[in-house]
């Protein structure tokens, strides 16, 4: 079966970098676009990035672009999230998730979900 399993977070200063890592023990890796998602406390659950299942496309949330970058290592069945320049709000759990279509961007576009990984942002 499909397990996802996030990592890398953690307490950092503002305008600091964490590099999170999603690893996949599913079989079939590559043949699947992929996500990240964040939620706060009291929020809802947001898009952040999105990548196609070779790594030749990846899109952002808005409030992400050119901090943020999405990759994957298809032979090690894992995704990462590079974040620079973190700030406050971007303060939150991160999850990773498989999709089920092209170029997923909605939570309805998801059929896995990991734990999720904590990533706090003092100022």
């Known amino acids: 079966q499909v397990q996802l399993v996030e990592s890398g977070g953690g307490l950092v200063q503002a305008g600091d970098s964490l590099r999170l890592s999603c690893a996949d023990s599913?079989?079939?890796?590559?043949?699947?676009?992929m996500g990240w998602f964040r939620q706060a406390p009291g929020k809802e659950r947001e898009f952040v990035s999105g990548?196609?299942?070779?790594?030749?496309?990846?899109y952002y949330a808005d409030f992400v672009k050119g901090r943020f970058t999405v990759s994957r290592e298809n032979a090690k069945n894992t995704m990462y999230l590079q974040m620079n320049s973190l700030k406050p709000e971007d303060a939150a759990v991160y999850y990773c998730a498989r999709g089920i279509n092209q170029l997923p961007r909605g939570i309805a576009d998801f059929s896995s979900w990991g734990q999720g990984t904590q990533v706090t942002v003092s100022s």
């Open positions: 599913g079989r079939t890796f590559s043949m699947y676009a």
């Open positions: 990548i196609d299942w070779s790594g030749s496309s990846t």
